[in-house]
Structure formats: C-alpha cells, structure tokens
C-alpha cells in the first residue's frame, strides 16, 4: 500500500483522492493539505486522511510515502524541491512549474538527489489510442515518422481565456505526448494565426495552428481550436515513410436517425481521457515497488516550458522561433 | 443512333425519355406512345418525337428499332410479346410480367424466336457498389459466398402500401440483384415477422425478415422495413470462407456538428441508384451493336417473379417455401 | 475487503485470482481449491491463499465471504447449491449448470433462501460497447427495438469442437446479453444452415444463423461462424421503430499502408472483452457492499440453459422450437 | 452538336478525344492536330477526324467550333491567343501557360475580346466529393471556412521528379480547387520541409507541406507526399466556424480479412477522378450552347501560375513568400 499525501484539494485533487480511494489498486491517501482549512478538510472526509494547511508539514509526515501536487501551478516549485529533499516519490499535475527556470531548478535538484522522484501529469501517454499508435510507430512497420497532423478542439472556453493560453492550457498536452510518440525533442515553433471565428473575442485569437520541428526533422501541425463549438475533438496522424497512422476516435455506437448515420464527439477533456487518468496515476503507483518514472519526467515538464515559451513568442512574433534548453539532456534522464 | 419507341408516359417513362435525350450516348427517342394520348404528347416534347396511343403500332413503326417499356405490369405481357414477334429489341421495367405464368409465356417466345431480345429493369446489377461486390467475389480471393446479410430499407410508404407489396415492390430487387451476385438460383423462401412498428397500419407487417437459400446452400436474410424513418438505406455483406465484403455506402462528406461526426443517407431510391439507371441504359444500348443482353434477362425476370410468389406465400404461411420454376433453365439463357 | 475463494484453479480460475489480487479494489482472494492438489498450490502462490481440494470445505471456510465457481461445468451445481446453503455470494462462471434442470434446482435453493446470491458470468452485459447500446435504447430516443442483426465470429476452433457447441459455447453469449439488451424473454428458436465452409469438419456445421423471437416479438438473427478465419468479430445492430444502432468496434488505429487504409479486428475473444471482465468483476464485489446482483442471475443461467436446449434441438430439426420455461419467472427475480 | 477541334494528340489527348466520342453527350471531334503527323493521324482514328500538323490551321477550320488544347504546355499561349482571336470557346488543359506573363497576356486578350471563351483543365472542381463539401459550404450551415487541412499523396513519381514539380505538377490542383472552394484568392505562402522519406532523392524534397493564406484569413495547409508508397490520397477538411466538413473517400467495399476490416485506396489519379474528367468535359460542352464559362476561367489559370510561382520561391526562401497578381481581378471575370 503506497500511503500518499496531496497538496491542493481544489477540484483537480478531489478527483485524484476519489480515483485513488475508489479506483486504484495498492494505494491510499493518508493526508491531505490545502492552504484554505475547509477545502482540506472537505478532501479528507472522502477518504479519511489527516488534515495540513502546510505542505511542508505534509511531506515531512514520515507516513507520506509519495506526494502528489495539485496545487495551483506558482506553489508546484516549493513542494517540489521539498518532497525532492525528503526523498519523496511525487505526480505532479501539469505545469511541472509556471517558468522554465524554476523547472530547471526542480531538474537539477533531482539529478543532485540521484534518484528518480518525480513523474509531471500529462496523461495523454496514459490514453489507449496514443498508446496503439505509438506501438505501431514502435513496431518498425511504418519506417520514421516524416509529419503529424493533429487538432485539440474544445467546444468552447470561458472569457477569460486568452491567446497565449491556447499555448499554456491547451496546446500543452500536445507539445508532451507528440514528442514522446515520435521519441524526439523539439527544434523550432511557429504559430499561425487564421481568421477568427465569430465566438471568439478580442482578448483571443481563435483558431491557432502551431507548427513544431523536431530535432529530426518531423514536421508537427496542432490545429487548436477551443471553440469550434462541435466538440472536444482530439485527432493524430502520423505520416511515416512506410504509411500513415490515424489515431481512433473514442467508441461509440453508429447510430441512424434522421437522414444520417452518425457517432458521438465527446465534449469534455475528463470523459474524454477519463481512462487515461485512471492508467496514468495506477501506472504511477505500480512504478513505485521499482523505483522508476516511466511517465513524463521533470526533465519533460522543463521541456514543455521551454517549448511553450517559445510557441508564445512564435504568437506574437509570426516568425519561427527556436527552441532551445539551457542545458543539454542531462544522462540521469536518458 | 439507337432509335427507340418508349412504351408508358408516366412518371418513370418521362425519367427515361430524358435519360436517353440528354444523357445516354448512341441513342434517341424517336416515338412515344401512351393510351393517355395527353400524355404521350407530354413526353414528346421532351424529345420531339412521333406519338401514338397504341403500344403495338408503336412497335410495329420501322423506324422504333429499340423498344422501352415502361407501362403498367398488367400491360407488359402484350407488348413483350409484339415486340419479340416483331424482332425487337427490349427494355421492359420490373416486372416482366405480373404472373410467373405470363413471364414463362415471354421466356418461350424469346426462347422460339431464338434471339436475345428482352433485358429487365433491374437496375441495381449495375450500381457501382454491387459491382464492387461481385469483382470481389469473381476474383476468387475470398473462396465461395456461405452468407448474404442485407437491408432494404424505406423511410416510409403510402397507406396503400400492404403485405405482399414488400415483396412486389420492395425486396424484387434484392431477389434479383443477390442471386446474380453470387451467380446461383433460389430453393426456398421463408418470412419472418417481427413486432410491428408503430409507424405501419393494419394492412401492412412492417417490417419483415426474408430468407432466401439458394441451390448451392447460400443463405441470405433481407431485412425489409419500409418505414423505418430515418433513410432509404441498402446494405448488402457477403460473408465468404475467406473474408467478408460489405459494399460501400453513398459518397457523403463527415461532417462534425452539434457533438457528433455524421454522413447523410439518402431519403429516395431515385437520388441512390441515379447513377445505376444511366448505366443500365447506356450499357441496355451499348449491347445493342453486338445484339447481346449482358443484364438481368427474361429468364431473370422469369426467375423474380416465382420467387416473389413463394415469398408472398411464405408471408402466409410462415413456413419454409419452395421455389421451383416449371422448367429447367433453357439452355439459350446459359 | 471482500474475502474470496476460488473454486477450480484452471486457466480461467488462474485469470480471475490475477485479476481479483492485481486490478479489483476491495477484494482478495483467501482461499482456492481444486481437485488437483498442485494446481490449487500453483494458483495460490500468484495471491498468497490457503489451499484446498475440497470446494465445500473452501465454502465451509468462515474467512471466506464469496466465492467464485470456475471449475468445470458439470461440478457447478453441487457448489452453487452448498453456496447458498452457506449463505455466501457467488459468481459463478458460465455455465451456471448443464442441465436445464439443475439450473432450476439452483433458482429454486436461491428463491428459497430468500437472498440475491448468485451472479453468472456472462461478462458482455459489462463491455462498454454493449453499455452503450443499452443506454441508447433506454433513453427512449429510438422507441421500440424490433430486430437484432449479430455476428460471433471467431477465426477458427479445434477439432473437436461440433455442432451443438456453436451453441453450448459460441451463442451462449449472446443469448443472455440479447435479452437483457432489450428487457425481454425469448419465445422460439430456430436455426438455419448455410453451406459449409471447407474449412470446417464433418461433425460441425459451420456457419449457422440462429434465430431467436422474444414474447414481445423482437427477431433476432445471429451469425454464428467459427472458422471464418479473419478474426474474433461480434457485431451487434439493434433496428427500431425510430433508428438504428450499431454497436461500436473495438479502437484501434487506421492504417494507411499497400493501398488500403485499415482497421485491426481482434482475434481473440480474452482481448476482445478484457475491459468487460475487469469491469465485471469488479461490479460483482462492489454490488457485495449492499447485498444486491445487478448482473446476470440464477434465473438468467436457467433462461440461457432453456434456450440453449432449445437452439440444438432446432439444429437437428431445421423446425422453429418452442422456448418454455418449467416455471414463470418468480417474482423474487423481478 | 459541338464540333469540336483538339490540338494535341499524346495520351490526355487521345483521352479526350475517346471521351468526346464516347461519353460525351451533344459533341463530336472533327478534328486533330499534332506536330507529330502520325500521333494526329492514330488520334484521328479514334474518331473519324480530320488531321493537322498546324494547329493554327485547326483553329482556322471554319468547321471547328471549339478547341481543346492539350498539347505541351509551353504551346499553349500561341494557340490560347490565335483561338481567342478566332472568337472560338477553348477548353485547356492545365497550366494555362508556362509563365505568369504569358497567361495575363491571355487573360488580357480574352478581356478585351469581351467573350468568355476559355475554361482551364482543373478538373477537381467537377469531383462529387468536393462539390458535395463546396455545396455544405455554401448552404451557410457551418458559417465562414476558417482553416483547410489537405493531403495529396501519390504512391510514387519517376527519378525525374523534383522539387519544384511538387507544386507545378502537384499541388497546382489543390491551388486551384482550394480557392474555389472556399471563394476566396490568395495572399501568402510558405512551405515547410520535413525530414525527407527514404523513397526520395537529392533532387526532391518529399514530403512537402504547403502553407497558402487567403485574402479573408483562411488558412490552408496541403501536404504533398509523392512517395508515400501507399496509395494517391486525396484528402480535405474544412473547418468553419459552425462545424468541420470532411471530403469523403472514394467507395469501395469494407472487406473483413487477414485480423483486419479494411477499404481500398486509389494508386492512381486517373482512376480517383476519372469521373471528375467525364463531368468536366461534359459541363464545358454544355455551357457552350448559352457562351458561358462555368469552370475555371483565364484568370483561375492565371491566379494558379502566380501562386504556383510564390510556393517555388518559397521552397527556396524557407519565408512566408506574398502571392500578388500584377493587376486587379478584371470586373470581366467577377
């Protein structure tokens, strides 16, 4: 039984506590921190976990074997470095920290500390369909990946949503699991910006295509489209010398009615990756009897803010923007 | 030039008339003729050709080469059998005749006269998606056809519409089309009837399984449902002992709205097989040069019509009904 | 935690202890047992169980809280019916006996206990595809179902597998998930025998097409083919009085190679259902907290063993049979 | 019956003098010309022509109403213009001319003769799948186009292919057909260089992906692949603002074999669009009889070489390259 501790009990970490109480195999949550008493205390009822205010408190407890952060994105970097001191297995939920330096930071503390720590929320590696077509990558069948083509389409977002949130928010999870899936690092960005849709406003530029290459030289185009008013649409191919690789859509039943044969468009990211939640955290726990992160590393969460920054100075500049880490690959995460 | 003599003004010989003026290479209308002289006259102007209200001086003028008929079924018999004496060539719209006896009547006389004269309206033999089908089967790649799976479905029907007419008017398709498929005869016929749907009335049982099971063991099921609302919907799966060919669906583009990706069905036999009615009556003239009926032949239509009747009858009985034609397939329509 | 003993420690028994000791919440296994002292032993070790070759001592055994019958066919009836006498739950593998009669022996005991015990293992009600048709049929949005259309393929079985067991072992499946697809008992059966497929054998008639009609008149057609060689392909449309559904297929990419772009059918029916045993398990132990069986019941074993009968008698007969239970359906299965 | 001329008789010309004859409703060929008296002379066989060396002369042949040229592209200019004098209607195979200069001197002249007479050979705009999207377009159902996401894919191409001819002979399709669709000219272009496929060359980039911007802000991407090895795959999606249209695959049957459900892919442009040809030519005769031109016009062929040119520059430069016509878009062609 890994006895873990989380840090943020917003929405985001009421889900993970109930997926570790109700879903997971081989793990508990034995506290809870939230710097808002009651949000702390509302978490700890659904599984019967002590109560802190303080996350250092919580990762000090000698109970918390493995920490997981769900705390607003500026407090990820404290707990980071705490829990990587004491020596604490950690999730962290995306970011891994709001700017590339502090991720470098967290990066460094972890090789200094030798040992593989911490494992950043992308889930999208989780997901079944990312997975087949990454095994079909994997297989040799299909010779290199030579382009992707994706979207990330919501159905619509608040007002408060702005362009370079389109990179931060949305595009993020892209940037994560297409570099994973072609096994490679990022070169340059651009961003294309189409005439915008009529539900958009002046604060957001709506749709966006992001271009990314790889060190490679696979050649990445994001559609992102967060309201495209249809649905949370989430498509990948993967064009390689040897054939093409369309990742499925999620199941659903052919239906006739009305003139027309059609299949359900999810509308929501969390019944969408629903699953992928579910893999990505039991994966996360199973990881630990070994000791390993098989999940995206720090070294992948400093990665996705170095590309992000680059794709929002890509949003403003029109130009094509390098992408480049402060330091090279260090070997601890090869 | 193909000079033809069409035989029925109504709605259909109109479609074929124009059909023949506008679209067809190689052949022209040149007379018309229809009790309702009204509407002979009608149909002339489409094509300025001669008319009469006589179906037999029609066939008798030297200058109508080709004969199309498109009267009522009761009416085909005699014109069949003018235009055979006459050394005609004929289209005749399903169905031949309206009795298995009179059919047989026109299958000896074409036999007598000695000459392939008589194609059948079955157009469905030269939609692209039955070809497709039967490439595949005669290629020999998926080893003998074991099952037919099919639908016909409407989206509704007048209340004229009864029983026996989803034999008649609907499943004579099927029945012609998926022997010629899987190039065999029938032996038996059987009906089930499912719970009725609350769209038919009291005349109707809608809708209907049909059985079909040929001389070499092929069983096939058609379901017929004429009011099934949501489409004119054809299906046709063959099931092989090596593979499983399903044809195609209309052309329609994948449209994402409203949380769902979607593809129209067609709502109208006559929009679905538009394009197999012009090639039925391009390639009905194109076979005139060399004088072969390569389509569906007196002997089909022959073949139809004794189906039919053992289906209407196993409408009745609910039992597994014979299907036996009164002579052995002449060897002039092998 | 739910205490559980597993009767008959073959492949499947072995299955089901990995499966309860690694993916289940809130259970474990405590006890195994099989006639073969070495296999109960070898089973134990995967979760660290005692070991017994006496089932009734494992149903005797006070830590035991369920049990899960998985030994041969024919041994379950004794075990299910010293279950209830203990009063203890039970899953209990198909099928739940061999004999129409001791399926009854069984609803009897269980009616009489006057306790909801027992939960056979027909895992299709818990695949997701299945889920979603139900779903869509409940929602009222599609009125009536009148017809299934279904195919169990499976690309190819041993020798020694016969006619009758394209029932016993094949159709078994969908006869109980049919039903409870559409809330409804079956009437009558009968079972349809096309041409042979060469690679069958003289003992088994390869396909068949079995036709159930339920008390409501629903007509179902199911395509049984146990050799058809090009997978493990279930499909399942049900037509209503205002639409269609066709249940999804498994996800798998598209794959655009050699001309033709396509999508895997599985090949095995353990990766076709996997998801749909984990999520039945799971539902068994988590229904264990409120004493209810929300899956297949004792009466469900004894409805699937009164229908099976019924099918082989139709394949020997080419007749539509009767389907009669001995008894109504006791109000305590309502 | 058009009477029509065709200058140029290696194999598109032949193929259009065979549809002319053959498919071709209210036209005939009743002459030939090629420089190569011997190709004129096996064309004219086709069809019982007059043969020419001088394709001046065919133009002057009182007896030749309409033109086709499909001669070498750099001969086209000479005979556009002579034609244009002669008053007479012209269909052209594509490119208009070689040089962005030549095809405006040829828009001028057909300008100031004041008569539209000529129609460019892109004959996608006659495909039914992209006027089925161009018809969802226009219905004003999904609002404005915002983004077009294209393939066009061919299996392989000859060693003599390079890098320029992917727009030239390629994606010169798409320039014309993309602005069409969505009724708009273009502003800009870019092109992206992947990683190159092993199947290529030192003389050819491939796979390319074309960026093209319209005067509205309609974004388009177009990848073009010429060694993509598994098929000539067309492909385009257009998303709006009120929903997303996706352009269907050509029909062929879902065949179930080998672990897989799998549907055919054209490997040849001829055979995708072959429908497209018949359909261009027919509509091309047809508008002759009211002297107007449907199809693309002088100054389509026009935009086509000035953006062609732009995409070349940018294959060079790497940068966003303007597309700028040197005059205004002439009120004759609005």
New interface residues.
């Given amino acids: 039984m890994l006895k873990i501790g989380v840090i943020g009990c917003g929405g985001m970490g009421k889900d993970h506590i109930r997926r570790v109480t109700?879903?997971?195999?081989g793990a508990e949550v034995v506290a809870v921190s939230d710097v808002f008493e009651e949000s702390a205390k509302a978490a700890a009822e659904i599984c019967g976990a002590k109560v802190y205010t303080d996350a250092n408190a919580l990762i000090d407890d000698p109970e918390v074997e493995a920490v997981m952060i769900v705390s607003p994105g500026f407090a990820h970097v404290d707990s980071l470095l705490k829990a990587v001191e004491a020596g604490k297995r950690v999730f962290c939920e995306k970011p891994l920290c709001t700017t590339a330096a502090d991720c470098l930071k967290v990066v460094k503390a972890e090789e200094e500390a030798g040992k593989h720590l911490i494992q950043v929320g992308f889930m999208r590696r989780y997901d079944?369909?990312y997975q087949?077509?990454k095994e079909?990558l994997d297989s040799g069948?299909?010779?290199?990946a030579?382009?992707l083509?994706c979207t990330h389409r919501n159905?619509e977002v608040g007002t408060n949503y702005n362009t370079p949130m389109a990179v931060h928010d949305t595009a993020i999870h892209e940037i994560d699991v297409l570099h994973w899936l072609v096994d490679d690092e990022y070169e340059s960005a651009q961003v294309?910006?189409?005439?915008?849709?009529?539900?958009s406003h002046s604060e957001l530029k709506d749709?966006q295509?992001m271009?990314l290459?790889t060190k490679?030289?696979?050649?990445i185009?994001v559609?992102v489209?967060v309201n495209?008013?249809?649905?949370y649409?989430i498509n990948c191919e993967v064009?390689c010398?040897?054939?093409?690789?369309?990742?499925?859509?999620?199941?659903?039943?052919?239906?006739?009615?009305?003139?027309?044969?059609?299949?359900?468009?999810?509308?929501d990211c969390f019944v969408r990756f629903k699953d992928a939640y579910d893999t990505e955290i039991q994966a996360w726990v199973d990881d630990a009897a070994s000791g390993v992160i098989n999940g995206p590393t720090a070294w992948d969460g400093y990665l996705a803010s170095v590309t992000a920054d680059a794709l929002v100075k890509a949003q403003e500049t029109g130009a094509i923007e390098k992408i480049e880490t402060a330091i090279e690959k260090p070997a601890f995460y090869c």
Same sequence: chains 1, 2, 3, 4.
């Fill in positions: 109700n879903k997971i195999q079944k369909g087949q077509v079909a069948n299909f010779g290199e030579l382009m083509h159905p294309i910006m189409p005439r915008v849709t009529k539900y749709p295509i271009l290459r490679k030289g696979v050649c185009d559609e489209f495209c008013k249809f649905g649409d064009v010398e040897d054939g093409a690789i369309k990742m499925p859509q999620p199941m659903y039943p052919d239906v006739r009615k009305s003139a027309a044969v059609s299949t359900t468009i999810d509308t």
